[in-house]
């Protein structure tokens, strides 16, 4: 296992490490972008399976889009879904799995656009799955398209004159959307442009996964995101977009928890 | 066991339940319904999974699931829910995993009817999805048929990690019969090998049909390619009747099957020497067989309950010199034996004329 080690001074010998990669993830190289986040993403979710001891309880199932390969990087059982079709495939991996954990990693395109009847009923049947919602307002792995959450205005290279409402109508609150039914135990939106909202992040998708292994229902957390590429954005300007328009647009919170989920790390006060 | 009337969907449902099927997901469409609704019962009797998917798509997806989990998983559907479940048929195959799919087959194009109909031949022998496989496709001609093709189907479906679908149109579905249902297997103790547990004291597992490299895509087509070779040199399977000094033979399958056979049984009272050649494996068809017994008759009669699907089939392995003619009928309209009688007559006097 290779261990990053960061030099506490120039002096005294390398003995402490202070950071290194989840055993959850996978030794690997990821064909993310630099500055995308991605690898934030992915490093969260498998710290969470590594605090919680579930690595080799856990089932991946990956989505279509820049996601895609994330079988390649969590250590884990794992299967690649059709476009939008993770909410589906997870339901099918639970119910023959009833005590494994089972988790879906998706996009905006995936999730909210061609999967929006999945997602909806699998939320509605209270399906005991944890779905990772990476919402960066683009479509990243065609490269660069309107994605259902581009923002009004936001110019891709499928609305090059800047998302009009007459045209292309309004973009989709998942996380609100999500909490109205009544299977959701939790449904939260958090961002992962600076290291607080980094931690926050952390903590919502360790109680995402607390409410699947207590059996408690549908578990979802938003996570805004960068994109730097296909924004044309250095990995700096990504992050302060997400915070400048993202996050206004997109209000972080707590759309639904679960009073048994209440008091928990990350649940609110 | 002994016989009972027991009405095709029934059948089909309780069949796969005593064949090990662990998991079915399903959505109402008439005329398969009464399997989702035997399943929703008898299912959760027995502690098994059974949902009700919000769509066709979801179901395939969710059979997707399981089956990656390796458990023995089915789905079923008519013909307008089939067209919906193909990406799912396409990742299936690409993945390589077992599920068993039955379809009550309807009228189309489009809504069509929900009358009787064999309208999917194509789709599910030829174009089940995009990508170069093709299921393996069972045709039972009667009840007794759908409960042991079914079971049949989970056992290919797990030697050979395929598709394996069960087509019957809707007669079949909905009609009742006397038949015996096979006895209750014992579920596996154990999921095979490759299957999605977690990965617990082993290396990860994965389940994809994702293939970045032109070299290992075309990897897994070679594999799939020879995989469908030895299917079609080992699971070919057809029935014939009165075809050996047959001058026509009737090529059907399904419930054309029953009524060329009844055209048949009533000829041959009358002399004439016609016989039934009837196709079980729809893929892999029957070509070898029916090349045969097409070189010792002077034509062929296709009966189809559709315009004339399988009569490709057929056509290319008469080839030129044997005459093959047609008889379809469609809308969910099932021909009667006389129209077949007709048609089979008007063809022994036209070659007794042409001789």
Redesign the interface.
């Known amino acids: 296992m290779d261990t990053v080690v960061f030099k506490q001074n120039h002096v005294q010998p390398l003995e402490k490490i202070t950071y290194e990669r989840p055993s959850s993830l996978c030794d690997v190289h990821t064909h993310y972008c630099p500055g995308c986040t991605h690898g934030t993403a992915h490093r969260l979710v498998a710290e969470v399976l590594d605090e919680l001891d579930i690595r080799e309880d856990t089932i991946l199932v990956s989505s279509v889009g820049c996601s895609v390969f994330s079988y390649n990087y969590f250590d884990v059982d794992a299967c690649e879904a059709a476009h939008g079709r993770a909410p589906a495939m997870a339901t099918g991996v639970k119910r023959v799995n009833p005590g494994k954990i089972v988790f879906t990693y998706q996009g905006d395109g995936d999730l909210a656009s061609i999967g929006t009847a999945e997602i909806i009923h699998a939320a509605a049947r209270g399906e005991k799955i944890t779905v990772i919602f990476v919402n960066n307002a683009i479509y990243g792995m065609t490269g660069g398209q309107m994605a259902p959450t581009s923002l009004l205005g936001q110019k891709t290279t499928s609305s090059p004159f800047g998302r009009d409402a007459q045209l292309a109508g309004m973009p989709i609150h998942m996380a609100e959307l999500l909490a109205q039914l009544p299977g959701t135990v939790y449904s939260v939106r958090r961002s992962l442009h600076d290291a607080r909202h980094v931690l926050q992040a952390k903590k919502a998708i360790r109680t995402a996964f607390e409410a699947q292994i207590d059996n408690l229902g549908f578990s979802v957390v938003e996570l805004l995101s960068s994109c730097p590429t296909n924004w044309g954005m250095t990995p700096n300007e990504a992050l302060t977009w997400v915070e400048e328009a993202l996050v206004p647009f997109y209000p972080l919170g707590d759309y639904k928890v679960d009073e048994r989920l209440q008091g928990r790390k990350g649940a609110p006060k | 066991m002994s016989k009972q009337l027991l009405k095709g969907n029934v059948a089909f449902a309780e069949a796969a339940i005593r064949a090990g099927c ?2 079915y ?1 399903g959505y109402p469409i008439t005329p398969q319904t009464e399997l989702l609704e035997h399943m929703s019962r008898r299912m959760i009797e027995l502690n098994r ?1 059974f ?1 009700q ?3 066709e ?3 395939i ?9 390796g ?1 023995r ?1 089915m789905t079923s559907s008519s013909s307008p829910g089939i067209s919906l479940m193909q ?2 048929f396409s ?1 299936i195959a690409g ?1 390589q995993v077992p599920a068993v799919i039955i379809d009550v087959m309807r009228g189309g194009p489009g809504l069509g009817n929900i009358q009787p109909s064999q309208s999917d031949y194509n789709q599910v022998t030829k174009t089940a999805g995009h990508g170069d496989f093709h299921p393996i496709v069972l045709a039972p001609a009667n009840v007794q048929e759908a409960i042991d093709l079914t079971v049949l189907a989970f056992d290919l479906a797990d030697k050979y990690l395929t598709l394996v679908f069960v087509v019957a149109d809707g007669a079949i579905g909905q009609m009742m019969e006397p038949a015996e249902l096979p006895p209750m297997r014992e579920l596996p103790f154990e999921r095979p090998s490759w299957a ?6 082993r290396e ?7 293939y970045m490299g032109v070299e290992g895509l075309e990897e897994l087509n070679f594999k799939l390619q020879a995989k469908l070779a030895q299917i079609q040199r080992e699971e070919v399977r057809y029935e014939t009747q009165f075809v050996e000094d047959a001058e026509v033979v009737l090529v059907a399958f399904g419930t054309a099957a029953r009524v060329a056979q009844t055209a048949v049984q009533r000829l041959r009272r009358q002399g004439l020497k016609v016989g039934l050649f009837r196709p079980i494996t729809l893929w892999p068809f029957p070509e070898d067989a029916l090349a045969e017994v097409s070189e010792r008759s002077k034509a062929l009669l296709v009966v189809e309950m559709n315009a004339g699907q399988m009569l490709h089939d057929v056509r290319l392995v008469a080839g030129i010199h044997t005459p093959v003619k047609f008889l379809g009928r469609m809308g969910g309209r099932i021909p009667l034996p006389e129209e077949v009688e007709h048609e089979t007559v008007a063809l022994l006097e036209q070659l007794a004329v042409a001789v």
Do not use: Q
């Open positions: 662990e998991a997901f999974v949902l998917a919000e769509s798509v979801a179901a997806n969710m059979v997707y699931g399981a089956a990656a989990s458990v998983v990406e799912g990742y993945s999605l547990t977690g990965a617990f004291n990860r597992n994965l389940v994809n049909s994702l």
